[in-house]
């Protein structure tokens, strides 16, 4: 029988780490999550596209946090080979990750039949295939030295179907519930693993243009927030030994409430994105 019980050790805080890793950490949310994180004296191992605003973000870092160590990584995770060479680059450079933060996304806006089938394609690797892989090759380190956080970013429209957004909303789905699965499987060894799924309201941040929602106004509503928010919920979540966390308590019992609804009603709410400017 698989240990668990009352003699297993609790959740350490987020203090008793020391090597982070954020994927999509030179922009929006990774990067509010990165400078979290080193204000709380861990290193981060920086990974993002390999272009200038990495570049900026390192000088920035270095700067803004001069006794913290950072390794940066330059890498398109849309590719079938990335997870296995940020792991190699890690293994090279001598970095032990017991937070891993599998933030990385980018989101496609329009009716499924209009949108680019290679785009969308790409956005589905990335959010699914290169975050199920890039956890699997670190959980077996954290398991062997029982301490260790994967945070996965998702949304909260993974929990209802999202014309306009469909893949996203799916791909976003898929974190959702392999992280919540994945969660419950940890416990049953006992061990001090923990997976953390974080499932924000609308963010304020360059995904907005990336997804060519420049127009929707489902970024200036009541429901949206900025990055620091979400950071801050990230690096309580992992103090607390939170299991899932939709930022801001309001917001949190909104969805409790939302979810109540017949999904055809839910439907019609993810469909405000619709709404111009």
């Known amino acids: 029988m698989l240990p668990n019980g009352p003699g297993i050790n609790t959740m350490s805080m987020i203090n008793d780490y020391k090597q982070a890793l954020v994927t999509g950490g030179s922009s929006g949310i990774g990067l509010e999550i990165v400078r979290s994180l080193a204000g709380r004296g861990l290193s981060v191992c920086v990974v ?5 605003e990495l570049e900026s973000v390192r000088r920035d870092l270095c700067h803004e946090f001069p006794d913290i160590q950072f390794d940066f990584l330059g890498i398109d995770l849309t590719d079938g080979k990335a997870a296995e060479q940020v792991y190699y680059f890690c293994q090279q450079h001598s970095l032990k990750v017991d937070l891993l933060v599998n933030n990385a996304g980018f989101g496609t806006y329009g009716w499924v039949y209009e949108l680019s089938v290679d785009r969308e394609m790409k956005m ?3 959010h699914i295939k290169t975050l199920y892989h890039l956890t699997r090759l670190f959980l077996p380190e954290m398991m062997e030295k029982d301490r ?5 970013i998702s ?7 999202n014309p306009g957004l469909s893949t996203y909303g799916a791909t976003k789905a898929f974190v959702y519930q392999w992280t919540r699965a994945l969660q419950e499987e940890l416990k049953i060894t006992g061990r ?6 974080i499932c924000p309201t ?4 360059p995904f907005m243009y990336t997804a060519g929602m420049e127009r929707s106004k489902l970024f200036e509503s009541w429901m949206a927030i900025e990055a620091p928010m979400v950071a801050r919920a990230v690096l309580k979540a992992i103090d607390r030994g939170s299991e899932k966390v939709i930022p801001g308590v309001f917001f949190n019992w909104l969805q409790k409430l ?5 999904e055809s009603w839910r439907i019609k709410l993810a469909m405000a994105h619709l709404k111009e400017k």
């Not at 949304?155 to 179907?161: D, E, L, N, Y």
């Not at 001090?192 to 799924?197: C, F, G």
């Open 48 to 52: 993002a596209l390999p272009d200038a």
């Open 124 to 126: 589905i690797d990335l």
């Open 148 to 152: 260790g956080v994967v945070v996965n």
């Open 155 to 161: 949304s909260v429209s993974a929990f209802q179907p």
């Open 192 to 197: 001090n693993v923990k997976a953390i799924v």
């Open 202 to 205: 609308p963010v304020r941040t």
């Open 258 to 262: 939302v979810s109540r609804l017949p």
